[in-house]
């Protein structure tokens, strides 16, 4: 119950948490130089100044900044994201359409960066000072001063183009109509160097936390005591310091979440994968308000969504978080 308790709590705290980015983002576009009519008659050709008015009044262009805020969190309330002048669809459906490849990337990175962050941050603690500590260390200070996109591109030409072992580009193989088992894995060939691009970022940083975080439970007390009762090291490190030093590593989970979101453009636009951080792009290019308003939305929904779970898995590990000592 007390666990349910502070889920409530935390999803009463979020809700002026997502008025706030809302409120901010759609004011920070109106300073945008363009709009979407702009956009619209750019593609068309030029139009005259009528057309611009009547698309203007259509799309609620016309009224003044509180009026739009206005009708966009009314909107907001009965879960309409408006419609998408560029895509000609709903922008719920836009979004519906491009969100599964996101969260398919941002789950796999995530994974990734998580599981080998902390088994090559017990690696380097269990042998800090000695050359696996060393080796570690130096990688993962080359992983994080890389940019994510050099490392796309080096992996394409290696992997996709010398080697030729995985695709350059693309969510599945658009020329096959594999289903079941056959799609899952031409899916996943095709996001190994998204997630491997993505992740080494994220996992340079988890790496350097549980290395810091293992060497500082290592010296309390309660592991000396384990010792001095007879248990063999890896019983003390997976029983005693695991748990403890598990604590940072979740934490960061949840305030990388929104990084990572704003990662995933990058490597969605090198790896020409059809997600948010994509579309995200190309309604800024073509000033599709409305979807871009939908994206932050959305987007801004996974993070807290991932900071609630985050919460619960921080209770679950440290149980002083819902008895309040």
Known sequence: ??????????????????????????????????DTV??????????????????????GLDLSVPAQLGNYLWRLVRLDLGFSS????????VIAERLPATILLMTAALSFAFFFGLVLGVVAARGVGRWPDTLISTL??????TPSFWFGLMAIVVFSIYLQWLPAGGLEDITTAG????????????????TL???????????RIMRASMLEVLNLD?????????????????????????????????LQAGTMLGGSVVVESVFSLPGLGRLAY????????????????????????????????????????????
């Open 1 to 34: 119950m007390r666990i349910l308790a502070l889920a409530g709590r935390r999803l009463a705290a979020s809700l002026p948490t997502l008025l706030l980015i809302l409120v901010g983002v759609f004011l920070l576009l109106q300073f945008a130089p363009g």
């Open 38 to 59: 702009d956009a619209m008659m750019a593609q068309m050709g030029g139009g005259d100044a009528a057309t611009a008015r009547q698309l203007r009044r259509f799309y």
């Open 86 to 93: 560029i895509y000609g669809k709903p922008v719920a459906t």
């Open 140 to 145: 993962g200070l080359v992983f994080y001063a």
């Open 179 to 194: 289903t079941g088992i056959w799609r899952t894995i031409d899916i996943a060939r095709h996001l190994v160097l998204p």
């Open 197 to 207: 691009t993505l992740g080494l970022i994220f996992l340079a940083i988890y790496l």
């Open 222 to 254: 309660f592991v000396r005591t384990a010792r001095s009762k007879g248990l063999d090291e890896t019983r003390v490190v997976v029983r005693h310091v695991l748990r403890n030093a598990l604590l940072p590593m979740v934490t960061l989970i949840g």
């Open 282 to 325: 190309e309604s800024v290019i073509q000033r599709d308000l409305n979807t871009l308003l939908g994206i932050v939305f959305v987007s801004a929904l996974l993070v807290i969504a991932v900071n609630f779970v985050v919460d619960l898995v921080y209770a679950r590990l440290d149980p002083r978080i819902t008895t309040g000592t």
